[in-house]
């Protein structure tokens, strides 16, 4: 299989451990809001799909809610099991959302950046049977953004003299008019989700974090990113050269400002 013949929702794994050293985690409000809505921690059963390697799952691990962590590509799962080892209440199985059959039906699903992958003709009728009823479906995405504006319109520039034009960089240029504020209601998820019309009590949350990133990290960061695996190798080793330089130049570091953008719904 070439290299832009791979799936793209099955990229990760190539560099799992990299992916859990360079990604930036979630927002530290995001279990706690979660919870507040699906209810306590302790005695809540959840469903985790493409649990990747954990990124989000400590955080509910840690405040007692029994998980089950479903993720098709085993290399994910190797490091979702070495990170979650000390967490008896969590079960760690290889299959994908779509293969998967329910055990039982669960007072909370939860999927971190990765809704977007699963078939979109079948996701709401299978997170409809994974849950109990007045259960919660909570789904979260990090929106990242180079603080400072010029920088980033160079690196989205950078990637644009790369033939990128569609690029991560040029895509959150454009949603950076977007900030700050909470998402516009009616947007997707939420437009489908209404449509669906099985769930109900719909919320759309932006939590906020600030971070920085030195030029080393943001690289392995945007090598994490599906957009950038997808590249044909030799061109994404000298578009990585050039905005490392854009870095560079830049001091060596950046502060990213990351906003988990969550969902949440409740099955009627
Ligand atoms: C961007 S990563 C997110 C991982 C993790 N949830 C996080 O927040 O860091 C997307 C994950 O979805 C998984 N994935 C892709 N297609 C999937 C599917 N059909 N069913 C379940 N997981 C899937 C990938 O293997 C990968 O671990």
Redesign the pocket.
């Known amino acids: 299989m070439g290299v832009s013949e791979r799936?793209r929702?099955?990229v990760?794994?190539e560099v799992?451990e990299m992916?859990e050293a360079a990604?930036p985690?979630?927002a530290p409000q995001l279990a706690p809001v979660v919870l507040e809505y699906a209810g306590p921690g302790g005695g809540l059963d959840a469903v985790?799909?493409?649990?990747?390697?954990?990124?989000?799952?400590l955080a509910f691990a840690e405040r007692g809610v029994s998980l089950s962590c479903?993720?098709?590509?085993p290399r994910?799962a190797a490091v979702l099991r070495r990170r979650t080892a000390g967490h008896p209440s969590v079960r760690v199985e290889v299959?994908?959302?779509?293969?998967?059959r329910p055990a039982g039906h669960y007072g909370l699903l939860?999927?971190?950046?990765?809704w977007h992958?699963?078939?979109p003709a079948r996701r709401w009728d299978l997170a409809h049977a994974a849950l109990a009823p007045g259960g919660a479906l909570a789904l979260?995405w990090?929106v990242l953004r180079v603080r400072d504006e010029g920088l980033h319109a160079r690196l989205a520039e950078i990637d644009r003299r790369f033939g990128s034009v569609a690029s991560p960089h040029a895509q959150l240029v454009r949603a950076d008019r977007e900030l700050p504020g909470s998402w516009d209601s009616g947007e997707w998820p939420a437009a489908e989700c209404r449509a669906d019309g099985r769930f109900g009590d719909l919320r759309e949350i932006r939590l906020r974090e600030e971070t920085r990133y030195d030029t080393r990290t943001y690289l392995n960061y945007l090598s994490?990113v599906?957009y950038y695996r997808l590249l044909p190798e030799r061109r994404r080793v000298r578009l990585f050269e050039a905005l490392a330089d854009a870095v560079d130049g830049h001091g060596g570091s950046l502060a990213f400002e990351l906003a988990t953008d969550l969902f949440l719904a409740r099955r009627r």
């Open positions: 799936p929702a099955l990760f794994g799992a992916y990604r985690g979630y985790e799909f493409g649990a990747g390697t954990g990124k989000a799952t479903v993720e098709p590509d994910m299959e994908s959302f779509e293969r998967w939860l999927a971190a950046t990765c992958w699963f078939d979260c990090n994490t599906s």
